[in-house]
């Protein structure tokens, strides 16, 4: 087979780049996707990495836990929390807490913006928050130096009655540790260049589900993947940044 489109492109920008100094370099944080490698050590001047917008992440994250069913009456597991996108997502719906709630946003600076009106509608979304009844929201990764500044976050957002923080790896865990019965787990986890090969992350995959069937009957899952998987289940097809991931929803039993 011939070179990858990102190779070619990739040596492309490089030559065009060498021809004229206006020429920039800007990725989402995509550097080895986009095969900028080569360019950001030619030209580290003229390399930027703006990174994935990060509300976008976590209105994908409020997204994926809806259509997914969750409830804040019943547990929500995240095994493989990372920077704890999906349970702080878990724990600001429970509490009713409208998305976006703390920004600003772009159109505020439209000349038809009207700002006593969106004031008016802000008011009225914050008198439904509340505390929340019941949010069994469970967060761990294999990490500690990411759980630790989960709990950070979780403190500050004053959530630490709603989200517990343990440091423990996804295959060492068990569906009748955590209380109320079974719940909805979300996993998101490392695929790609993270794992250095698709047979790495193939495996990976395959070996969650394997877990999931022998140790969380009953739990409902929502797992995210960059293509879908060849198993036996509901898979939606979403865009994160533009790039097209797979949402596999289904139920152990």
Request: glycine share 8%; charged share 20%.
């Amino acid at each position: 087979s011939g070179p990858k489109y990102s190779a070619v492109f990739g040596d492309w920008l490089c030559d065009m780049a060498a021809a004229d100094q206006r020429l920039v370099g800007i990725t989402p944080a995509m550097k080895e996707g986009s095969n900028l490698i080569k360019f950001s050590e030619r030209f580290p001047l003229r390399y930027f990495d703006v990174a994935i917008a990060e509300q976008h992440a976590v209105t994908l994250a409020a997204g994926i836990l809806m259509l997914a069913g969750y409830t804040p009456d019943r547990p929500l597991l995240d095994p493989m929390c990372g920077s704890g996108t999906f349970c702080l997502e878990a724990a600001l719906m429970a509490r009713r807490m409208p998305p976006g709630l703390l920004r600003s946003f772009a159109f505020m600076e439209w000349p038809a913006f009207r700002a006593a009106h969106w004031a008016h509608m802000r008011r009225a979304a914050v008198e439904k928050i509340r505390p929340p009844e019941r949010a069994d929201i469970f967060a761990s990764d294999i990490d500690p130096a990411a759980c630790r500044n989960l709990s950070v976050c979780i403190a500050s957002h004053d959530l630490s009655g709603v989200i517990q923080v343990t440091t423990a790896g996804f295959f060492s865990l068990t569906g009748t540790a955590y209380g109320n019965g079974p719940g909805l787990v979300v996993l998101n986890p490392p695929y790609g260049h993270r794992l250095e090969s698709p047979g790495r992350s193939q495996k990976l995959f395959s070996d969650i589900f394997e877990k999931l069937k022998a140790d969380f009957i009953g739990w409902r899952y929502a797992v995210v993947s960059p293509y879908r998987l060849s198993l036996p289940m509901n898979a939606r097809r979403l865009f994160h940044g533009g790039l097209p991931i797979y949402l596999h929803m289904g139920k152990i039993r």
